[in-house]
Structures are given as C-alpha cells and as structure tokens.
C-alpha cells in the first residue's frame, strides 16, 4: 500500500503564492497518474489538477492560469505551484495516485484509489 505525503500548506493573503509537494512512500507504478483535490468545509472532494505519466496535464477551469501541476520523475515527487490565489481556494488539499486513470477521469476522486492525508491551504482577503 503506497502512502502519500503533501506539504507545503498554509495562510496567505489573497494573491499570494503557496507550493504544495507530494512524495510517495515508495517508488511504484502506483503512483504513474497523480493528482490533486481538495475538500472546502461543507462541500464535495473536487479536482484541482491531474498530471499523465506522459506528463500531459489537466487543470479544473477555476484554476486554469493560475496553478500548475508539475512531476520530479526523479524524485517521483508531484507538486502544485498555486498563484493569485483567492479566498475560495481555501480547503484542504490532498494527493491522490493511481498505476491508470482514464483521461475522461482525471480530476474525479472515484479514480484514485491512493490518497495522501491532506494540507490545509487559507487564503485571506
């Protein structure tokens, strides 16, 4: 069972910048499709954004612009580059991976069947 690890929370003031950083327990074909999702208080697990093992990319309209999804294959880290960041991008991001996910699928939470336990992200205005 592979277990994921996020950091890189934390408050900041609307537009600023945050860098979030998942790394796998474990080097493992588990983790070939790796995305990000997050969970406001009250509402639904949403994706945030997905990266292939390819290295193609795919991002939740809210988001285009404004973050970016990038994998150290060598580190086989995944990490979330957050910009102008607004007050509701506020809630609780978590790492999810899989070894495949459909490309319709990417930023659905039902894909993924690893999932890390979570950092908190603020954004004040």
């Known amino acids: 069972q592979v277990q994921l690890v996020e950091s890189g929370g934390g408050s900041v003031q609307a537009g600023g910048s945050l860098r979030l950083s998942c790394t796998p327990s474990e080097y493992t074909h588990k983790t070939d499709y790796m995305g990000w999702f997050r969970q406001a208080p009250g509402k639904e697990r949403e994706g945030v954004a997905a990266v292939r093992s390819d290295g193609s990319t795919a991002y939740t309209d809210s988001v285009k612009g404004r973050f970016t999804i990038s994998k150290d294959k060598a580190k086989d880290t995944v990490y979330l580059q957050m910009s102008s960041l607004k007050p509701e991008d506020t809630a609780m991001y978590y790492c999810?991976?899989?070894?495949?996910?459909?490309?319709?699928?990417?930023?659905?939470?039902?894909?993924?069947?690893?999932w890390g336990q979570g950092t908190q992200v603020a954004v004040s205005s």
């Open positions: 999810a991976a899989d070894s495949w996910v459909s490309s319709w699928e990417l930023l659905k939470p039902q894909s993924y069947r690893y």
